[in-house]
Every structure is written in C-alpha cells, then in structure tokens.
C-alpha cells in the first residue's frame, strides 16, 4: 500500500473545505488543509458575513424614520462610511482566527501558500511536494467581470466592502442575489443607486410572483431599477465614472460594481496534470460522492457549479467526510433547499417555482397573501409583504412557499422543515398561528387564488 503524506490534502478553506477536513480528521484521517488567500472562504470574508453585517447597517436608516410615528422624536443620525466598514474588518478578522482553530483543534495541518496540483497524487505549495491519497478542490468561486471598454474601472462585490470612500452615486450591474442585495445595502446608506440588469426582470430562478412583488417594492425604497439594457463602456470624467449604456442614455456615478456572476475559482490549480474534467460552465465535474474522473481527486462547493450557498457546501463536506472515511451512506437532498435575499424587504424561498411546480407535479393550488405588515400601519412607510403557497392538488402537499417581507429569511427556515417533511396543505390549515405576526399568514390561507381545473 502506498504510504502517503496526508490521507486527505484540502485545497481550500472555506465553508466546504473546512467542514471536509474537520470531520475526515475526527474519523482518524490525517489531514492538510491550504489556503493562500483567507481562512473561511467567500462566506466569511467577501460573502455572506459581511454582506449581513452591512444589509443591518442600511436598515437603521429606515428604522429611524419608522420610529418617528411610535413616539420617537429626533434627527436622523449621520451616517460614517469607515465606522462600519472598520467594525466590519475587525469582525472578519476574529472569524478568521475561529477558523484556523478550529482546523488546529481537528489535529488538521493548515498550510499557507498556493496549492498546486501535479499528479493525481500530489500537490505542491511553493516549494514543498505533499503526497495525499485524496485530494478533495474547494477553491470556491471568484467575481466574473466581462470584457468591454473601461472594465477595469469597475469593481467586483469582493473590493465593494472595503471602499476607501463611500460612493454617494453607485451603478450596480446585474440581477442576482449579489446585485439586488448591494442595491438594497448601499441604498438604505444613503447612495444613490441605479442597477442595471440586460433581462425583462431581476432574480432569475425565482417564481415569478415572487420577481414581480420585489420589482415593485424595491422601487418603492427610491433604487432606481433600469431592466433590459447593459454598460456600453465606462470612462473617468471630472465629475465622476461616465457610464454609456445600450439604450444611448448616460450615467455619471462614483463607482461601478459588476455583479454579473461568478466563476470557479480554478486558476493555477494545475489542473492540466490530472485528468479532472470541466464542464461548458466552466466548472468542475463529479459524481454523487463529489468524486471527479480523477479517482483520486474530488471536489465539492461553487466550484462544481450545483447550489452556491454556503450549507449546501457545508453538507457536501460532511457527506464526503461521512463517505470517504466514516464508511458511512450520506448524501445530500437538493429538493426543498431553502434560500433567501437579503434585499429590503427580505425575500424567503424553499421548494418549487409555480412553473417548476405544474411541470414537476402538474394541476397545483396556488395560495397567496399581500398585506401591509402591522408594524408599517403605524410608522407610514410604503411597504408590502407578499406570501405564496404552491399545492401539489394530487396529494395536497404544500411544494413551494415563497414570501417576500420583514424577517422573510427567517420565517422561511421553519417552513423549509414542514415542507422536506412533506407537510399537506390540510397540516397548515389544522396548524394555530402565533398572533400577531406575519408568520401566521402561511397557516391562516383559506382561498385559493390559481387553481389548475382537471
């Protein structure tokens, strides 16, 4: 038997990677982990984390407002840039540290520098060769800009945290989570934003209410939503970033942030010396035990292009860990995954589009609510809550819930357990409301608003 290094060398340390080699180290497993750029990934330090951090931040603008009609006289305070962003530093750098231990206290070896691959078994980190039975990539995904004339002006939501100035005029360019989410931060901070996306309509994916509903209402906090039209070409001018579109029209801007997609993050891997295939979107192929056409190697997270959110890669690393050296059966389910959209007001998902739904399971029930949440009756403020329920009519089991509205994110991880448990429409209906709140709403829907007829 071939006497290896490590029976486990991650490349990676992000959410996936960390989970992996954790768990393979407390089956027994000898385990290396490299990382050149931060301990905790996309999630910890340019993602999800700071993202959270800032959506709380631009929340308190509005909420100073809203007080006002509750009895609460006073200004609203100023806004500093450098408090947040400084606090926020000083946060990430803590979670750095956790993640370090947390690998150290696993008995895993943590190895700064570039890991490269060179064979099926080996990898290289600067000058020192490691040799591993499994190689597991959990290099993640990197920001995607496209070429065209004055790119390189724009910036990417990893530099967007860190801004030495608060761009009081930003552009935002595209229509996912990370788009409609920067839009609703930097908004809320008192910027102007205009975000631009080449669609009919933002948050492709989606159901299509839900995609409606948000169009409306994030229009309503004063972001200014420009759909069907792109950047031409972005060029410095005295007053500012020029930006041409493809409509003809102008905006002139402080900064420009792309958030047209990201990529697997594969650059320098060395992936040319295995025989690791890539699929037409660029990212990694594998099996359902993560496993690539290289035996040996596997590779897990937004790297290998499936759902890009941090607890499917943290379900990934345990499956794999489980597997490959607990000798244990896991897998992950991806039906009924729940996700949400940090935009003002928040936007919760779990389980099936109503398109995805009628051609999955054919004649639904459809159940929806709109409704000024109770808190905005008093404070004044323009703001609509949305939920919707999708009802597979064969077997009355609730497929799809989608709500956008105050804590959407929240209320949606409960619904996310009733729906894998494969609650009917019936266990909502027989189910007490907690009163007053919004979440009740999904229990108390009697009417049908879209019924497919046999």
Not at 57 to 78: I, L, M, V
Not at 116 to 122: F, M, N
Not at 162 to 186: H, K, M
Not at 420 to 429: H, I, L, M, N, S
């Amino acid at each position: 038997m071939q006497d290896y290094d490590y029976d486990l060398f991650v490349i990676g340390a992000g959410s996936g990677g960390v989970r992996a080699a954790r768990m393979a180290a407390g089956f027994g497993a000898r385990v290396a982990v490299a990382e050149d750029r931060y301990m905790g990934g996309t999630c910890v330090n340019v993602g999800c984390v700071p993202k959270k951090l800032y959506v709380y931040a631009a929340e308190f603008g509005k909420s100073f407002k809203d007080a006002r009609n509750f009895g609460w006289n006073g200004e609203t305070p100023a806004f500093n840039w450098a408090t947040l962003r400084d606090n926020k530093k000083a946060e990430i750098s803590r979670l750095n540290s956790i993640y370090d231990n947390l690998l150290t206290g696993a008995h895993a070896d943590v190895i700064k520098g570039h890991a490269r691959i060179v064979d099926a078994h080996a990898v290289t980190v600067g000058e020192r060769r490691y040799t591993a039975g499994k190689i597991l990539i959990a290099t993640g995904g990197w920001p995607h800009i496209p070429k065209f004339p004055g790119s390189e002006l724009a910036i990417s939501s990893n530099e967007v945290f860190d801004l030495e100035q608060f761009p009081a005029r930003l552009a935002i360019v595209g229509g996912g989570y990370i788009a409609v989410e920067f839009a609703g931060i930097f908004n809320g901070l008192g910027a102007q934003v205009t975000q631009l996306y080449r669609g009919p309509l933002f948050l492709r994916g989606f159901d299509a209410d839900i995609r409606a509903h948000a169009a409306q209402e994030i229009g309503k906090t004063g972001v200014d939503l420009r759909f069907e039209v792109n950047v031409q070409s972005i060029t410095p001018g005295a007053g500012g970033l020029q930006v041409l579109l493809t409509d003809g029209s102008r905006i002139e801007v402080d900064a420009v942030l792309y958030a047209t997609g990201r990529k697997a993050n594969l650059e320098g891997l060395g992936l040319e010396s295995v025989d690791v295939k890539i699929n037409d979107a660029g990212s990694i192929d594998v099996d359902a035990e993560y496993r690539t056409s290289e035996p040996s190697i596997f590779a897990l997270g937004d790297v290998v292009g499936r759902m890009e959110l941090t607890p499917v890669a943290l379900a990934e690393g345990m499956s794999f860990a489980r597997r490959q050296f607990g000798g244990l059966e896991s897998t992950v389910d991806y039906e009924f995954i729940p996700t949400a959209v940090f935009c003002q007001p928040n936007i919760g998902s779990v389980g099936f589009t109503e398109d995805a739904a009628r051609a999955r399971f054919g004649r639904l029930r459809v159940f929806k609510s709109t409704f000024k949440p109770m808190k905005h009756t008093i404070s004044g403020r323009d703001e609509k809550t949305f939920m919707k329920l999708i009802v597979d009519r064969a077997s009355d089991r609730v497929v799809g819930a989608h709500m956008m509205g105050p804590d959407a994110g929240e209320i949606m991880q409960g619904i996310a357990i009733a729906l894998r448990a494969g609650a009917t429409k019936a266990v909502f209906d027989t189910t007490i409301g907690i009163h007053p709140s919004a979440a009740e709403e999904f229990v108390t829907m009697r009417e049908v608003w879209r019924e497919d007829t046999p």
